[in-house]
């Protein structure tokens, strides 16, 4: 009998790996990227030094995947990208529900410009985006520009320390639209 489930050892092997990257994530929120280390992360889930190497084959390949799963999450989040009401509120209270961990999401985001390998991850965001603005406008210089002001929008309150608003962000958004 042939089944999808992973065995045992592949299950905690999937385990570990998500402990990992969430450790990386709490690493990157609190110290930045520059301070994910083998040691640093593996010291911040609680694992041997050896559990990094084992499941990821670089630094690069962890933060890779840290950015993936902090996307991923993000995306499924983000389901009711049709009203741009709900979508600007929802950014607003996931930003504001941890905004270290958007700061670290951001931080992995830019680290696509030196690291070829995260593009990739920083799809998953830019394909939301555009599915957002696809139900808005056929218009692909309005489309880039709604997804410019997004991440504009977050970046700046991100390195100036001022709380996003709904508000705000939906009248950018829907100005950025032509909505």
């Known amino acids: 009998m042939v089944t999808d489930e992973p065995d045992g050892r592949r299950r905690r092997g999937l385990r570990r790996r998500a402990v990992l990257i969430d450790a990386t994530l ?3 929120s609190r110290d930045g ?3 994910v280390t083998h ?3 593996a010291q911040e889930a609680g694992l041997p030094g050896s559990a990094v190497s084992h499941q990821f084959a670089s630094i690069d390949e962890l933060l ?3 950015l993936t799963s902090q996307t991923e999450q993000l995306v499924a989040a983000l389901t009711d990208t049709a009203d741009l009401t709900g979508f600007a509120a929802e950014l607003v209270r996931l930003f504001g529900a941890d905004t270290s961990a958007v700061a670290a999401r951001y931080e992995l985001y830019l680290r696509a410009a030196r690291n070829p390998a995260t593009r990739e991850s920083t799809g998953l965001w ?7 603005a696809r139900h808005h406008t056929e218009d692909p210089v309005r489309a880039q520009t709604f997804a410019s002001v997004v991440d504009g929008y977050f970046l700046q309150r991100i390195s100036t320390g001022t ?3 709904a508000a705000e962000l939906e009248r950018l958004i829907r100005a950025a639209l032509g909505a």
Do not use: H, Q
């Open 163 to 165: 709380p996003p608003s």
């Open 39 to 41: 040691r640093a992360v």
């Open 26 to 28: 709490r690493v990157v």
């Open 126 to 132: 830019l394909g939301l985006l555009a599915t957002v």
């Open 33 to 35: 990227v520059a301070a």
């Open 64 to 66: 890779s995947a840290a």
